[in-house]
T-cell receptor, first 113, second 112 residues
Framework: DQQVKQNSPSLSVQEGRISILNCDYT??????FLWYKKYPAEGPTFLIS?????DKNEDGRFTVFLNKSAKHLSLHIVPSQPGDSAVYFC????????????FGTGTRLKVLA | DTAVSQTPKYLVTQMGNDKSIKCEQN?????MYWYKQDSKKFLKIMFS???????INETVPNRFSPKSPDKAHLNLHINSLELGDSAVYFC???????????FGSGTRLTVV
């Protein structure tokens, strides 16, 4: 049972436009969410986070939005750059038992020059 | 100066063999993890150690045994390797869980 879902395996966007990556979750007990970026042959690197008590967090070109009622998370990248081409994972922290993060399956973003 | 380093990067081995993957972090973090990324790209947690103490042990075959000699190291030993163990294994570390994990670059294990 996949509790964190990224239903779009891939996304292509023109350079300079907005990239929107989506993530849905099923567990209302998740209290903290992260986005990671992964280049080939490298480990995921932390990008941005959001607490469940907020609905938006911004860091430069990256903004994460959280809609708790819809159990939906999105990452906006504006403007998109070719160097943003990577796989993006969302992760949600479970509060039941020991804290741990559950990851989505990732969305491959390709930014076209 | 790599923050979380895993060795080896690639590992090809035959079924039935025993192998180890090593992980070291120089960030001073108190918690380390092993994640497995399978062919479907799911990143699933396997183990977590906090200050050398096992705190997460997901449903993983007992052929997999983590060892943490100190809080900077978390090694993964796998006995009697099976074809289904082929995956990319990522080590990670964190100080608390609010700031995310720092991942190593992964070890691609191929069992033939």
């Amino acid at each position: 049972d996949q509790q964190v879902k990224q239903n779009s395996p891939s996304l292509s966007v023109q350079e300079g436009r907005i990239s929107i990556l989506n993530c849905d979750y099923t567990n209302s007990m998740f209290d903290y969410f992260l986005w990671y970026k992964k280049y080939p042959a490298e480990g995921p690197t932390f990008l941005i986070s959001i607490s469940s008590i907020k609905d938006k967090n911004e860091d430069g070109r990256f903004t994460v939005f959280l809609n708790k009622s819809a159990k939906h998370l999105s990452l906006h990248i504006v403007p998109s750059q070719p160097g943003d081409s990577a796989v993006y994972f969302c992760a949600a922290r479970t509060t039941s038992g020991t804290y741990k993060y559950i990851f989505g399956t990732g969305t491959r973003l390709k930014v076209l020059a | 100066d790599t923050a979380v380093s895993q060795t080896p990067k690639y590992l090809v081995t035959q079924m039935g063999n025993d192998k180890s993957i090593k992980c070291e972090q120089n960030l001073g973090h108190d918690t380390m993890y092993w994640y497995k990324q399978d062919s479907k790209k799911f990143l699933k947690i396997m183990f977590s150690y906090n200050n050398k103490e096992l705190i997460i042990n997901e449903t993983v075959p007992n052929r997999f045994s983590p060892k943490s000699p100190d809080k900077a190291h978390l090694n993964l030993h796998i006995n009697s390797l099976e074809l289904g163990d082929s995956a990319v294994y990522f080590c990670a570390s964190s100080q608390g869980t609010y700031y995310g994990y720092t991942f190593g670059s992964g070890t691609r294990l191929t069992v033939v």
